[in-house]
């Protein structure tokens, strides 16, 4: 091997044949390494490269490489920050389901169930209510007129 990779480039060392960076951090993206190291070390990367199976190595080096980025952006929360943000996401989109769900409900069961049934509502004001105070109220959908029940207009 004529070029060594960017962790030996790094550390200023010879690049060995059977070097366990070199498949992961090639020459061309010295950068990459420089992140990594700067955040695991060389010595940790190595340990933890060589504890992992062959088949998710690659996977591995682009998570670290992707958590030292965000540890570099962000050095309090790193990637603890993303995951967060993105579990508040979640639980914010499963509420909006769950309302419109309900909301489905209530009018399926206006449009199919008995016209006798006038003093149907939505669910609990505290479920309307919890909705609310997370953010943006999610607006209650209007049926188009070719759908609406004919005791709505």
């Known amino acids: 091997m004529n ?3 960017a962790a030996c480039k790094y550390l200023r060392r010879r690049c060995p044949p059977d070097c366990i960076f070199s498949s992961y951090f090639p020459s061309n993206d010295p950068q990459r390494f420089a992140s990594v190291h700067r955040i695991y070390g060389a010595s940790n990367i190595g340990k933890m490269l060589q504890q ?3 088949h998710l190595r690659a996977e591995a080096t682009e998570s670290m490489y ?10 309090v929360y790193g990637i603890v ?3 967060s943000l993105l579990n508040q996401e979640i ?3 499963q509420s909006q389901l769950a309302k419109v769900q309900a909301q489905i409900a209530f009018y399926n069961a206006q449009v199919h169930g008995n016209n006798k049934i006038q003093n149907v509502e939505l669910p609990s004001s505290n479920f309307n209510n919890s909705l609310a105070n997370q953010g943006d109220a999610f607006p209650h ?9 004919s005791w709505s207009m």
Not at 66 to 75: L, M
Not at 141 to 149: A, E, F, H, M, V
């Open 3 to 5: 070029s060594r990779c």
């Open 52 to 54: 992992i199976p062959l």
């Open 66 to 75: 992707y958590e030292a980025q965000c540890r570099v952006a962000d050095p």
């Open 81 to 83: 920050k993303t995951i």
């Open 91 to 93: 639980h914010h989109a």
């Open 141 to 149: 959908p209007t049926l188009p007129l070719s759908i609406r029940p």
